[in-house]
């Protein structure tokens, strides 16, 4: 499969993540700084380290951002665990996954990782553990979710992926198009990834118009076009820059935004002139409960945050009825698509 595209805004603030907690696991201490550009992530980072090291308690050994070496004969299956915890009669890998698109424990990269984490850390009675740490993500089972392998199972999955891996190293290995491809950079180029975004456009009424039945097939098809027409738009920009001739378009810059040259001169010509720095800096804000908690956390008064902090409802959205989630109530009665749901809050 072709490289993967690691440079969403996603994607930067997940790596940020990831460091973040790298540093957490080395020191014990999240250094929330580190995480100023991405505050969403501090939550993420704080819970990860917190269940890494809950799960640590009696462990022989922990290891974090754990380079896990290729499979034997498979050069191409490797991976980085965010920590590996080793207990006398089993493994666990922990992965934190940053996003909202839920990952199950028992995913295929972590069922990879435990065969690899086998390898690298030796064989346990009780095989390995999973546990997918992913609180930005509504499932119904929470934040925290395990799966154990046991190792027979790992050593049938092993000749699977040995049997799978030689199929996609043959020149007409087939490709098969899904969800997957938004972080394929192959994607603007690829025919299998076009036709799959083409094959559901038989519908041609105009979405007012649609029944519920055509709507559903238009946001099943409509998924897929969003991620390619940003990867088609991303290698245009990308050429373009390179110095190529995209015909119909071209490269404009954006207009520029005033900047202070040196701030600190900036404040102190201002005062002189009669600002006060009330008129010159924005409001304090205040941090949020995750980014206060973790401050706390070694401190008593940590139970004292539950009294101030409440739960608000979540945004109201529309998600395939497979995905976790109650649906609360429906805005209209009747609003119900073939294998779509909609959920709103309770109280709206
Ligand atoms: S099918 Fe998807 S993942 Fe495979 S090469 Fe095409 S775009 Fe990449």
Redesign the pocket.
């Known amino acids: ?2 490289g993967m595209d690691n440079s969403s805004p996603a994607a930067v603030a997940g790596t940020a993540a990831h460091e973040a907690l790298e540093l957490a696991l080395k020191s014990g201490k999240l250094i929330t700084e580190s995480l100023a550009d991405f505050p969403e992530m501090v939550e993420v980072a704080s819970a990860a380290l917190h269940e890494v090291e809950e799960r640590s308690i009696g462990a022989k050994l922990v290891a974090s951002e754990v380079q896990l070496a290729p499979f034997p004969g498979i050069p191409e299956v490797w991976g980085t665990a965010d920590a590996v915890i080793v207990r006398e009669r089993e493994l666990e890998v922990i992965d934190l996954k940053t996003g909202i698109g839920i990952i199950e424990a028992d995913a295929p990269q972590l069922k990879i990782y435990s065969l690899l984490a086998r390898e690298a850390f030796g064989s346990r009675p009780d095989g390995v553990v999973t546990t997918i740490v992913q609180p930005a993500a509504r499932h119904d089972d929470g934040p925290v979710r395990s799966y154990r392998y046991s190792n027979p199972d790992l050593d049938d999955f092993a000749m699977e992926l040995r049997r799978r891996v030689v199929v996609t190293q043959r020149p007409d290995a087939p ?4 969800g ?2 938004k972080f ?1 950079k ?2 603007p180029t ?1 025919e ?2 076009k036709a799959h975004v083409f094959a559901g456009f038989h519908v041609v009424t105009p979405a007012e118009q649609a029944e519920d039945a055509e709507l559903a097939e238009l946001l099943d098809s409509a998924e897929p076009v969003t991620g390619w027409a940003k990867a088609v738009k991303d290698e245009a920009l990308r050429r373009a820059l390179d110095g190529h001739s995209i015909p119909g378009w071209k490269l404009v810059r954006r207009r520029g935004r005033r900047v202070w040259a040196d701030e600190e001169a900036a404040v102190n010509t201002l005062m002189r002139a009669g600002l006060s720095p009330t008129d010159l800096f924005e409001p304090t804000v205040l941090r949020s409960p995750a980014q206060v908690e973790n401050m706390l956390r070694y401190s008593d008064s940590r139970k004292t945050l539950r009294s101030l902090v409440e739960m608000r409802p979540g945004e109201i959205a529309l998600v395939r009825e497979n995905e976790p989630g109650e649906p609360v109530s429906r805005v209209r009665p009747g609003a119900t698509f073939d294998g779509v749901r909609v959920v709103v809050e309770d109280d709206l």
């Not at 490709?175 to 899904?178: C, T």
Request: overall charge positive.
């Open positions: 499969m072709p490709r098969v198009a899904g997957h491809c394929c192959a994607a690829c299998a990834l």
